[in-house]
């Protein structure tokens, strides 16, 4: 296949949701990567789709450092290559997740923030393949491969296996980088890795003030913070039989799949509020 000549745009390149699942480098980073560049020169092209980059934007953030960015030699236009089926945000999202998973190294609390806007896609994605097949206005191709898709795992799945995470791990990210209540420096943390995914989503029902010493205490500052926050949370007050039905409440926001354990959790705080009573997560 002949490339396509890329024309550099007026205004330089955007950034194409897919590969903005990814966070940038930090200063430090990126200056590292500048010096080498200069040095050695870049050893992997920028991949673009028009006037958008899918894969390179921290290298095109360093040629601008070194005023290289007008060169069309050090980009290549994928959008053919992407088009099957049909500029497909799947091809995209695959393409981005190949070329940066094993090469940024990232932790399990990177993973997760990843797959949750892995999730998102994969959810657009799913709607705009349901959205082709019904304007169609029979089974074709494009319905039977989104039934057949959707049969096999919903966006969450998709986005578990694609990023090598549990489901349960994307709920709590998902707990953190979608909450009102969460701080921005709590959500930065996640994003960086820089604490686990589990304990930031405990710090983060907590008031913003103590979300911030948290993250200021580094990971063992949120760990602590988050053993205070499960505490409070699971402690029952025996004269205040309304915790049950709180409790209840909150479990019945648990995908299915963990019900199993909440049924058991609810008999054991149930026998705590009354040793009498066997507590049932069907009544």
Do not use: C
């Not at 290289?68 to 980009?75: A, D, E, L, M, N």
């Not at 319905?143 to 296996?161: C, H, K, L, P, W």
């Not at 909440?262 to 049932?280: F, H, M, S, V």
């Amino acid at each position: 296949m002949r490339r396509k000549k890329v024309k550099i745009p007026p205004d330089g390149f955007g950034f194409h949701e897919a590969a903005n699942i990814f966070p940038m480098m930090g200063e430090a980073e990126l200056q590292q990567l500048t010096d080498d560049i200069e040095k050695n020169g870049m050893q992997e092209i920028i991949l673009v789709i028009g006037d958008e980059i899918l894969d390179g934007r921290n290298r095109y953030r360093a040629l601008e450092r070194l005023g290289r960015h007008q060169r069309p030699q050090s980009f290549r236009d994928v959008t053919e290559e992407l088009r099957y089926p049909p500029n497909s945000p799947t091809n995209h999202l695959d393409l981005v997740i190949s070329k940066n998973l094993h090469r940024r190294h990232l932790n399990e609390t990177q993973r997760a923030a990843v797959a949750v806007e892995v999730k998102r896609l994969e959810a657009k994605a799913a709607k705009e393949r349901q959205a082709a097949g019904l304007k169609q206005g029979n089974q074709s191709p494009v319905r039977q491969n989104s039934v057949a898709r959707e049969s096999t795992g919903r966006a969450d799945e998709i986005a578990a296996d694609k990023l090598g995470v549990s489901r349960e791990s994307i709920r709590l990210a998902e707990r953190v980088l979608e909450s009102e209540n969460a701080t921005e420096e709590l959500k930065d943390a996640v994003r960086k890795g820089e604490v686990a995914v589990s304990a930031a989503a405990a710090v983060s029902e907590l008031p913003e003030e103590e979300q911030r010493k948290a993250v200021a205490g580094g990971k063992k500052g949120v760990s602590q913070a988050a053993k205070r926050a499960r505490d409070a949370t699971f402690r029952l007050d025996k004269e205040e039989p309304r915790a049950e039905g709180a409790i209840r409440r909150m479990f019945d926001k648990w995908p299915e799949e963990y019900h199993h354990i909440a049924a058991e959790l609810l008999r054991q705080l149930a026998r705590e509020i009354d040793p009498n009573k066997e507590g049932d997560w069907n009544q």
